[in-house]
Structures are given as structure tokens and as C-alpha cells.
Nanobody, 124 residues
């Protein structure tokens, strides 16, 4: 079992940066693939980024590639999403998720554990 708690969201101006954290409890986090998703009002939850259990492999949605960086520190049971050059269209509730499989996935149905989400608002 893995429990996830996001933090670090907030209000930022366009062009600014935020770093989201995802604190995990449970022994299996270090062997779990981790992902970040987001959901804007009236829209479906969409994939943002994923990272392998070792951190050696990452994958990004085209909309955030080059601006966002996903990382993890298994010793601290924590994952991160560094978001730079933020745009108003990045405004959403951001969720971290974990899955028991070893392959990266962009499909939310493949993730077994979810956090409660943290709000990110980017003003123009």
C-alpha cells in the first residue's frame, strides 16, 4: 500500500516557477513507477510526466516538455515536479500517482495509488 500527499502548489505569475512535492508512505514506493497528472476545470485528467522506480527513465507530455522536470528521491520517499516557464494554461489541480508496474505509462487507469491533489494557478 502506498499513500501519497502532494504539496507545493500555489499562485504564480506567468513565466514563474513552482516545485511540487509528493511525499509517499509505504515500503513499495521505491519500487513503484511514479507519475504526475493534472486536471483543469471542465477537462479530463491528463498525463504530465512519469519516472521509473530508479529515476533513470522519464517521459513527458509534449505540452510540458522542456519546461517541467520530474525527479524522485527514494531515500526520502518523495517525488518532485519542477515547473518552469509556467503558462496560464498550466492552471490545474496536480496529482501524483504511483503504479506497481515497472513500465512508464501515460494512462491514468494504470496507476494504483493517487494523492489528493494540489492547486496550481498561473496568472497572466
Amino acid at each position: 500500500q502506498v499513500q501519497l500527499v502532494e504539496s507545493g502548489g500555489g499562485l504564480v505569475q506567468a513565466g514563474g516557477s513552482l516545485r511540487l512535492s509528493c511525499a509517499a508512505s509505504g515500503r513499495t514506493f521505491s519500487s513503484a513507477t511514479m507519475g504526475w497528472f493534472r486536471q483543469a476545470p471542465g477537462k479530463e485528467r491528463e498525463f504530465v510526466a512519469a519516472i521509473s522506480w530508479s529515476g533513470s527513465s522519464t517521459y513527458y507530455a509534449d505540452s510540458v516538455k522542456g519546461r517541467f522536470t520530474i525527479s524522485r528521491d527514494n531515500a526520502k520517499n518523495t517525488g518532485y515536479l519542477q515547473m518552469n516557464s509556467l503558462k496560464p494554461e498550466d492552471t490545474a489541480v496536480y496529482y501524483c500517482a504511483a503504479r506497481r508496474g515497472i513500465t512508464l505509462s501515460i494512462d491514468r487507469v494504470n496507476y494504483d495509488y493517487w494523492g489528493q491533489g494540489t492547486q496550481v494557478t498561473v496568472s497572466s
